[in-house]
């Protein structure tokens, strides 16, 4: 089965990022810096295409596919922000944003076929078009040319690169192995996520400074700060998870649960349904709907509605603001100034969206 490459996301995709930039900088004195950020997110952007290019005409196409469906290149924007605290964006630089955005690439075709998911960034899934197995070539592919980018950049970080990956294989492995006996599986899901998705946000931010020639010092505070954000960024997915379906990418309320995706508010469910409670009687529906034992959609999105506004929602969102929080803190060894004010805004600007 072959499939066209999506074309018409990509420029939605660079508006958007320029919105998210405008964002960024609030006041006067700060939106100086806006320039020079779009300027590289362009940069970015053009030679991504190029960068997952190979000259093998059918691994062209597919490494291209989810690329050119979209995507807000949030990590990017990072290292370029993060940049701002040395020389600003330098070629080195780019080349560590595109190289971060490649691998994030790379996990979302492993991360399909892990989930089976149906769909991605609004277009069916590379497992769906091509199978599994070419969608995990793909994907090794990608996190190959990555690797092959950082390596050829003056002042190569290629070792934290190579750390980064094993992170989010160990990440994806935890993920799929589940909690062990007598592990918390609250605190199993959590260190899930500082590796599946808090170590590539907390690289973006690193290589920000380390191809900057930023002061040395500022790197293990964005390191923390990456870490925090990214997983209180996957905590507002796990509620959004929730929310009625999404116009533009298409998932349906309760996408990750539906695919045995662990949830925070699932969890939290599991921790407090006691025998003959209501919380018992959800969790039992919910664990039919998704198990394959019941393959009502109507039900299952009843019983969605129903965890949505049930409070351990509530608390997901309380804990996702307090990993903010604790990201935000971490820049307290930043000078002061529009890249700390710009961080702070970024925090904020992830743990409060809606879709």
């Given at each position: ?42 940069q970015?952007?053009q ?17 291209r ?23 600003g ?5 780019v ?6 955005e ?37 994907g ?17 970080n290629v ?8 992170r989010?294989?160990?990440g994806q492995?935890?993920e799929?192995i ?12 959590l ?7 808090g170590?590539l946000i ?18 293990q ?9 990214g ?7 796990d ?10 990418t ?17 969890l939290?469910?599991?921790?407090t ?16 709907l ?18 949505r506004?049930?409070?351990?929602t ?42």
């Amino acid at each position: 089965m072959s499939a066209r490459v999506p074309v018409a996301r990509r420029s939605k995709s660079l508006s958007a990022q320029i919105g998210l930039t405008e964002r960024l900088f609030l006041s006067g004195d700060d939106r100086g810096m806006v320039g020079a950020i779009e300027d590289g997110l362009e940069q970015v952007e053009q030679g991504l295409l190029e960068r997952v290019s190979f000259d093998d005409g059918f691994a062209d196409v597919t490494t291209r596919y989810l690329l050119a469906a979209g995507g807000k290149r949030v990590r990017p924007l990072l290292t370029l922000l993060t940049a701002q605290l040395g020389d600003g964006v330098s070629p080195a630089v780019v080349t560590a944003a595109q190289a971060v955005e490649i691998l994030h690439l790379a996990s979302l075709y492993h991360d399909d076929v892990m989930d089976e998911a149906e769909q991605r960034r609004g277009v069916p899934s590379a497992q769906t078009v091509w199978g599994n197995s070419v969608a995990i070539l793909t994907g090794d592919l990608l996190f190959a040319r990555a690797s092959k980018l950082i390596a050829r950049v003056d002042g190569s970080n290629v070792v934290g690169q190579t750390e980064t990956f094993e992170r989010l294989v160990l990440g994806q492995l935890h993920e799929t192995i589940g909690p062990q006996p007598g592990e918390d599986p609250v605190e199993h899901y959590l260190g899930v996520l500082r590796d599946k998705t808090g170590a590539l946000i907390s690289a973006a931010a690193e290589w920000g400074i380390v191809f900057s020639g930023a002061p040395g010092e500022y790197r293990q505070p964005l390191v923390e700060f990456g870490e925090r954000i990214g997983v209180a960024f996957q905590l507002v997915d796990d509620v959004i998870d929730l929310a009625p379906q999404d116009a533009e990418t298409g998932k349906r309320a309760g996408t990750d649960l539906k695919a045995g995706v662990p949830t925070l508010p699932l969890l939290y469910l599991r921790r407090t349904a006691r025998p003959g409670t209501a919380d018992e009687a959800l969790l039992t529906r919910i664990e039919a709907l998704t198990s394959g034992k019941d393959d009502d959609q109507v039900a299952l999105e009843q019983a969605v509605a129903e965890l949505r506004a049930h409070p351990v929602t509530a608390e997901t969102t309380r804990e996702a603001h307090r990993w903010a929080a604790e990201a935000v803190a971490a820049l307290d060894a930043l000078p002061e100034g529009t890249v700390r004010r710009a961080l702070i805004r970024f925090a904020d600007l992830l743990v409060d969206r809606s879709n």
